[in-house]
Structures are given as structure tokens and as C-alpha cells.
């Protein structure tokens, strides 16, 4: 074991696992579990995760109470695709222990390994009650699990389980207010100083401390010369929404002045949106399985003058590869509309909408503001055959009012107003995400008990983009939520012909769609307090003439706002861009405004 130990702690774990393999087809030894254990994890570390699961069960077949072992093997038949497989193997572990009458710290620590990663394994499963119901007994065995904490939070939101920080056992509403990720806080806070405090915790916790000289003077070229280098940097260059916004951008670039470079982590999920992303640049370096450093160093040696992060602090993001500077201007844009707190991050485009004056003081960047909306979008989205109401199970002759954002930004504030304005409403409707089974139960259940019937509330299922998009036709008026406002959700509102109203509050995130109705010319349906946009609803949805002006307005106008003005937004990017790599390449201080 000295020697296999040593090749490991060499980085050779193919010849300390050969030798493993070769000892213990060779020799009898009583320690041939703990063997097997220790080959099934160098296995495991070099993917062949089918070996790894024969060595593990090896090992099982020796000795049968090896929890270890047990759990390993429950992490590899994850790898191979086999979810139920893996869960039963975790259940077994902590079932087994929480029936033994005295439980030691080690036990314990076996115990919530294999609850946490069976919890986390069902949340992404969608078994979101299943997930919930094992979090919270995690937490009530070990109260101070702050990833727990974090994760039960969110998954509260998804379900409209409400209150959200809904205090148990030693488990404390500070606990939950202080543990609550970044993307969580953002649909329970409009507090810029929350947001901040949320970010730099992350940070704190989870991001590295920069190294020392920045990396695109310690490994960069020497001279940056030649047609300016933007590199973005994102695992959603793909079907999402950062991909869905930024495709037509990446196109749009003047390449006679502008070198693009994409630093792509993410899936490769065959759509024809992928495809299109990756013509868009002329290189396409693929970080898979690169580790931060060296992914941060071959940034640098791509001597890239601007550094665009497309993901900031959300699910999948590397911001470890942020810190040592790769690139003398790093930028953040579209991924997280919220300071990240992240060393190295030092700009955020933004237009002077989403970002005001008395938000800078709670953003660790600073705001490079563009002339024009801040968010790209992309003007080849298709539109699929109109819909029928009855096709979506909605009644003619009735208003409908829709909110089509993901679950988890639907506040219990938001949604007690929406039935506030139903009851205002005669006969509406609300047409709602059909995000998953238990939202959908207590979204009704809420409307029970603001006295509104259940059946007024409608749930579109979830369609293909261009399907998506024909069924803003159906809607009369879009209820944005607040604080997280739609982004992504509102321009594909926009485009497709539908008004939406909106609630802008402080933060960036909460101003996201003012912007989007500034710049396409509706600023009447923004709102700036809750009871106005309560108001404005009502208004609207007792005069439907209102709506049908809004839709002619778009039908005739919308696509040829400056919202949708993709090429002035490209040459704004493209301006701010060039401004600060020229200032970097001459050494002199960075300002956008110079």
C-alpha cells in the first residue's frame, strides 16, 4: 500500500491502481477490503466508474457492514446513470445506522453523507419532497449544515412552500436568512446590502484567494497587439438563457476589429442553438476537465484583452478561475444580474436603468454603462403556429393574466397580490408555469385561501421555444415577479407581441424589466410600488381595450425599438470594450468614460 500511496501522491493514479489490481489478484491478505476500497477510489477517480462499482461490491461481498465502501459505491452507480440504484444504496446506510442505539460522530458523518448526497441527488431528480423531507431531518440531527441549510431554502421556493424561512428545531431563522444562496436571495430580498452580504459569504466560503501577480502579466505575451481579443466565458453557451439572449450578439461583433474566443464548459446538447453559438467564434476552447489554474492560464496565454464572465455566482460557475486575473478587463454581464463580489471582477455592463447611482454602493463592480438597453437579445427567434385557448385549457371571452418565470421566483407577497387582483377581475384567469406538481398545489391552495376558486389559475406545461413563444399571444397581460424580475422571460414576452407590467425596485435584478419596457417604449407599465402595480393590473384587466392597445403598439413598433436594436447594442459593448483594452494595452488607468 506504501508504494501505491506514493504513486498517487505522484499524480500517477493509473500505476497505483494497476498495482492495487495486480496485488490483490496475488496475494491473500486479511486486509483485502480495505484494498478493494482503496482501488475502487482510485478507479472511481479515473471515470472507469463500471470497475469502480465491481471493486466496491468486491469489497461489500468481504466485508458487508463497510459503510464506506457502500457509500462510494452508491457515487458510482450515480456516474453510470443509475439513480435509484445509487439512492437505495445510500438508504441503506443511513436506515441501518439511524437504527443502531448509540451512534458515534463518525457514524453520524456517514449518516448525513449519505442523506445529503441522496437529498441533493433527488433535487435533481425533481423528487423535490422527497429531497425537502431528508434535508430537514439532516438538519435535525446536525443543525449548523450551511450547504443544507442553502439547498433547503431553495428548494422551499421551488415548491411556493411558504414562509420560505420557516424556522425548526435548532434550526434558527438567522441560520436560514444567513445560509440562503445568492440565486435564492435574489427572489426573497430586493435589499441591495443583502444581496452583497450574500455574495461576499459565498466568496468567503467557496472562492480562492488570488495567488499573487496576475496571471496576464505572469503568463500572458508581453505586448498585446493587433485586433482587440474578447474572450467570454460561460458553461451555458448552449439551451439556456444566457445562450438563447447572447447567439445574435456573437455574430454581430466586427471582426475586421475584434478577435472572439469562447471558454466553454458547457454540455454539449446537440441543438441547433449550440451550433450556431460555436460559427460565431473563431476559437472555441473547451475547458472540460481543466482544472481553474490551468483553464485561468490558458486565458492569459490567449493574451485576451477583455474577459466577458457570462455566469458570475450561478449553478456551474468557475469563478476560480476570476481570480488571478487572466485578463486585464474582466467584465460581467447578462449570467448574473447582481453583484458577485468576485476578486478580480472589476466592471458589469449595465445602462444606467438597471443600475443606479444609489446601488453602487453595494456592487463590487463598477458599472460600464452602455447608451442603449443593457441586455442583447437575439432578433432569429421563431415563432411557432398561434394556439387556441382551448388548446391551452384557457376559456374564451376571459381575461388572462400570465406569468410564464420559473417557480422560484414567485414570492408569497407577489402571489398574494396577484389574487388580490383576480378578485378585482371579474372572470380572469391566471395562467401560470406548470413548474412542478407541489408549486402547482400550493399555488392553488394559496388561492383557496385568498378566496379566489382554484381552477382560475392555469398551468401551461412546458413546450418547445417556439411554442413558448406563440402562446404570449393568448395572454392579455404578463405579471412580472419582484423582486427577481423576468430577463430572458420578458424579452421573448416582448418579442412575441405581449405587454407585461412590472414592479422596479432597487436592486439590478428588480429593474431588469423596467429597462427592457424603457427601451421598447412602454414605460407606463412599470410600477414602482406594490400597491401601484396592484393598481395598474387592475386597471388593465378591467379594460381590456387597454391590453389589445398595448399588443397593436408592440405588433407595430416593438421589434423596431431601440429594445431590439441588437446591432447599436453590439457597437455599445464594442465601444466600452475597446475604450478600456486600449487603455490597458498603453498602461494607462482604466475609465470607460475617457
Same mark, same amino acid.
Given at each position: 500500500?506504501?508504494?501505491?500511496?506514493?504513486?498517487?501522491?505522484?499524480?500517477?493514479?493509473?500505476?497505483?491502481?494497476?498495482?492495487?489490481?495486480?496485488?490483490?489478484?496475488?496475494?491473500?491478505?486479511?486486509?483485502?477490503?480495505?484494498?478493494?476500497?482503496?482501488?475502487?477510489?482510485?478507479?472511481?477517480?479515473?471515470?472507469?466508474?463500471?470497475?469502480?462499482?465491481?471493486?466496491?461490491?468486491?469489497?461489500?461481498?468481504?466485508?458487508?457492514?463497510?459503510?464506506?465502501?457502500?457509500?462510494?459505491?452508491?457515487?458510482?452507480?450515480?456516474?453510470?446513470?443509475?439513480?435509484?440504484?445509487?439512492?437505495?444504496?445510500?438508504?441503506?446506510?443511513?436506515?441501518?445506522?439511524?437504527?443502531?442505539?448509540?451512534? @458515534?460522530?463518525?457514524?453520524? =458523518? *456517514?449518516?448525513? $453523507? +449519505?442523506?445529503?448526497?441522496?437529498?441533493?441527488? /433527488?433535487?435533481? !431528480?425533481?423528487?423535490?419532497?422527497?429531497?425537502?423531507?431528508?434535508?430537514?431531518?439532516?438538519?435535525?440531527?446536525?443543525?449548523?449544515?450551511?450547504?443544507?441549510?442553502?439547498?433547503?431554502?431553495?428548494?422551499?421556493?421551488?415548491?411556493?412552500?411558504?414562509?420560505?424561512?420557516?424556522?425548526?428545531?435548532?434550526?434558527?431563522?438567522?441560520?436560514?436568512?444567513?445560509?440562503?444562496?445568492?440565486?435564492?436571495?435574489?427572489?426573497?430580498?430586493?435589499?441591495?446590502?443583502?444581496?452583497?452580504?450574500?455574495?461576499?459569504?459565498?466568496?468567503?466560503?467557496?472562492?480562492?484567494?488570488?495567488?499573487?501577480?496576475?496571471?496576464?502579466?505572469?503568463?500572458?505575451?508581453?505586448?498585446?497587439?493587433?485586433?482587440?481579443?474578447? @474572450?467570454?466565458?460561460?458553461? =451555458? *453557451?448552449?439551451? $439556456? +438563457?444566457?445562450?438563447?439572449?447572447?447567439?445574435? /450578439?456573437?455574430? !454581430?461583433?466586427?471582426?475586421?476589429?475584434?478577435?472572439?474566443?469562447?471558454?466553454?464548459?458547457?454540455?454539449?446538447?446537440?441543438?441547433?442553438?449550440?451550433?450556431?453559438?460555436?460559427?460565431?467564434?473563431?476559437?472555441?476552447?473547451?475547458?472540460?476537465?481543466?482544472?481553474?489554474?490551468?483553464?485561468?492560464?490558458?486565458?492569459?496565454?490567449?493574451?485576451?484583452?477583455?474577459?466577458?464572465?457570462?455566469?458570475?455566482?450561478?449553478?456551474?460557475?468557475?469563478?476560480?478561475?476570476?481570480?488571478?486575473?487572466?485578463?486585464?478587463?474582466?467584465?460581467?454581464?447578462?449570467?448574473?444580474?447582481?453583484?458577485?463580489?468576485?476578486?478580480?471582477?472589476?466592471?458589469?455592463?449595465?445602462?444606467?436603468?438597471?443600475?443606479?447611482?444609489?446601488?453602487?454602493?453595494?456592487?463590487?463592480?463598477?458599472?460600464?454603462?452602455?447608451?442603449?438597453?443593457?441586455?442583447?437579445?437575439?432578433?432569429?427567434?421563431?415563432?411557432?403556429?398561434?394556439?387556441?385557448?382551448?388548446?391551452?385549457?384557457?376559456?374564451?371571452?376571459?381575461?388572462?393574466?400570465?406569468?410564464?418565470?420559473?417557480?422560484?421566483?414567485?414570492?408569497?407577497?407577489?402571489?398574494?397580490?396577484?389574487?388580490?387582483?383576480?378578485?378585482?377581475?371579474?372572470?380572469?384567469?391566471?395562467?401560470?408555469?406548470?413548474?412542478?406538481?407541489?408549486?402547482?398545489?400550493?399555488?392553488?391552495?394559496?388561492?383557496?385561501?385568498?378566496?379566489?376558486?382554484?381552477?382560475?389559475?392555469?398551468?401551461?406545461?412546458?413546450?418547445?421555444?417556439?411554442?413558448?413563444?406563440?402562446?404570449?399571444?393568448?395572454?392579455?397581460?404578463?405579471?412580472?415577479?419582484?423582486?427577481?424580475?423576468?430577463?430572458?422571460?420578458?424579452?421573448?414576452?416582448?418579442?412575441?407581441?405581449?405587454?407585461?407590467?412590472?414592479?422596479?425596485?432597487?436592486?439590478?435584478?428588480?429593474?431588469?424589466?423596467?429597462?427592457?419596457?424603457?427601451?421598447?417604449?412602454?414605460?407606463?407599465?412599470?410600477?414602482?410600488?406594490?400597491?401601484?402595480?396592484?393598481?395598474?393590473?387592475?386597471?388593465?384587466?378591467?379594460?381590456?381595450?387597454?391590453?389589445?392597445?398595448?399588443?397593436?403598439?408592440?405588433?407595430?413598433?416593438?421589434?423596431?425599438?431601440?429594445?431590439?436594436?441588437?446591432?447599436?447594442?453590439?457597437?455599445?459593448?464594442?465601444?466600452?470594450?475597446?475604450?478600456?483594452?486600449?487603455?490597458?494595452?498603453?498602461?494607462?488607468?482604466?475609465?470607460?468614460?475617457?
Amino acid at each position: 500500500m506504501a508504494k501505491a500511496n506514493a504513486w498517487q501522491a505522484a499524480g500517477r493514479l493509473d500505476l497505483a491502481a494497476l498495482l492495487y489490481e495486480t496485488w490483490i489478484a496475488k496475494t491473500d491478505t486479511p486486509h483485502q477490503a480495505l484494498a478493494l476500497f482503496n482501488w475502487g477510489t482510485l478507479l472511481g477517480s479515473l471515470f472507469q466508474h463500471a470497475k469502480a462499482e465491481a471493486a466496491y461490491r468486491r469489497a461489500l461481498s468481504v466485508k458487508p457492514d463497510f459503510a464506506q465502501a457502500q457509500l462510494n459505491l452508491a457515487h458510482q452507480l450515480e456516474h453510470q446513470g443509475k439513480p435509484d440504484e445509487a439512492l437505495a444504496q445510500w438508504r441503506a446506510v443511513f436506515d441501518g445506522i439511524a437504527q443502531l442505539d448509540c451512534v @458515534g460522530a463518525d457514524a453520524l =458523518d *456517514l449518516q448525513l $453523507h +449519505a442523506m445529503n448526497n441522496s437529498a441533493r441527488l /433527488l433535487e435533481q !431528480l425533481k423528487r423535490y419532497d422527497e429531497a425537502e423531507a431528508l434535508m430537514h431531518r439532516s438538519l435535525l440531527l446536525k443543525p449548523g449544515q450551511g450547504d443544507v441549510i442553502q439547498h433547503w431554502v431553495h428548494i422551499r421556493q421551488k415548491q411556493c412552500e411558504w414562509p420560505v424561512h420557516q424556522p425548526f428545531g435548532e434550526v434558527s431563522e438567522n441560520a436560514l436568512w444567513v445560509h440562503t444562496s445568492l440565486l435564492a436571495m435574489l427572489s426573497a430580498s430586493d435589499e441591495p446590502a443583502m444581496q452583497l452580504l450574500t455574495a461576499q459569504r459565498f466568496v468567503h466560503e467557496k472562492v480562492q484567494k488570488p495567488s499573487g501577480k496576475p496571471y496576464h502579466r505572469l503568463h500572458g505575451p508581453a505586448r498585446r497587439e493587433g485586433r482587440i481579443r474578447i @474572450g467570454y466565458a460561460s458553461g =451555458d *453557451l448552449c439551451m $439556456h +438563457a444566457v445562450g438563447l439572449l447572447t447567439a445574435e /450578439l456573437y455574430e !454581430l461583433h466586427d471582426k475586421q476589429r475584434f478577435e472572439l474566443f469562447a471558454f466553454d464548459w458547457g454540455r454539449e446538447d446537440g441543438t441547433a442553438l449550440r451550433a450556431r453559438i460555436k460559427r460565431s467564434f473563431e476559437h472555441w476552447d473547451s475547458l472540460h476537465g481543466v482544472s481553474d489554474d490551468e483553464a485561468a492560464q490558458r486565458i492569459a496565454k490567449a493574451g485576451i484583452d477583455v474577459l466577458v464572465d457570462l455566469q458570475g455566482l450561478t449553478s456551474g460557475a468557475r469563478p476560480n478561475i476570476l481570480v488571478n486575473r487572466p485578463a486585464p478587463v474582466q467584465v460581467s454581464y447578462l449570467g448574473l444580474p447582481a453583484t458577485s463580489a468576485v476578486p478580480g471582477v472589476d466592471w458589469m455592463l449595465a445602462d444606467r436603468y438597471v443600475m443606479q447611482p444609489e446601488y453602487l454602493r453595494y456592487c463590487s463592480e463598477r458599472p460600464l454603462y452602455l447608451n442603449t438597453c443593457y441586455q442583447v437579445s437575439d432578433r432569429q427567434r421563431e415563432i411557432g403556429a398561434p394556439p387556441t385557448r382551448a388548446q391551452y385549457q384557457l376559456p374564451e371571452g376571459a381575461f388572462v393574466f400570465a406569468s410564464f418565470n420559473n417557480n422560484h421566483k414567485y414570492s408569497q407577497e407577489m402571489v398574494a397580490c396577484w389574487m388580490r387582483v383576480l378578485h378585482q377581475v371579474p372572470g380572469s384567469v391566471l395562467w401560470l408555469l406548470a413548474d412542478n406538481r407541489w408549486a402547482e398545489a400550493n399555488l392553488r391552495a394559496a388561492a383557496q385561501a385568498h378566496g379566489v376558486a382554484p381552477e382560475r389559475l392555469v398551468f401551461a406545461p412546458r413546450v418547445l421555444p417556439a411554442d413558448y413563444l406563440a402562446r404570449f399571444a393568448l395572454a392579455d397581460l404578463v405579471l412580472d415577479t419582484f423582486p427577481y424580475n423576468a430577463g430572458t422571460t420578458a424579452s421573448d414576452c416582448l418579442w412575441a407581441g405581449a405587454p407585461i407590467l412590472t414592479l422596479s425596485g432597487q436592486s439590478y435584478i428588480s429593474r431588469m424589466c423596467g429597462s427592457l419596457l424603457t427601451h421598447v417604449g412602454l414605460p407606463d407599465l412599470i410600477a414602482t410600488s406594490l400597491a401601484e402595480y396592484e393598481r395598474l393590473a387592475v386597471q388593465i384587466g378591467r379594460n381590456p381595450a387597454r391590453s389589445a392597445s398595448y399588443k397593436r403598439y408592440l405588433a407595430e413598433h416593438g421589434r423596431h425599438s431601440a429594445l431590439f436594436d441588437v446591432p447599436a447594442i453590439v457597437r455599445e459593448i464594442e465601444r466600452v470594450f475597446e475604450r478600456l483594452a486600449t487603455q490597458a494595452r498603453a498602461g494607462l488607468p482604466l475609465n470607460p468614460e475617457a
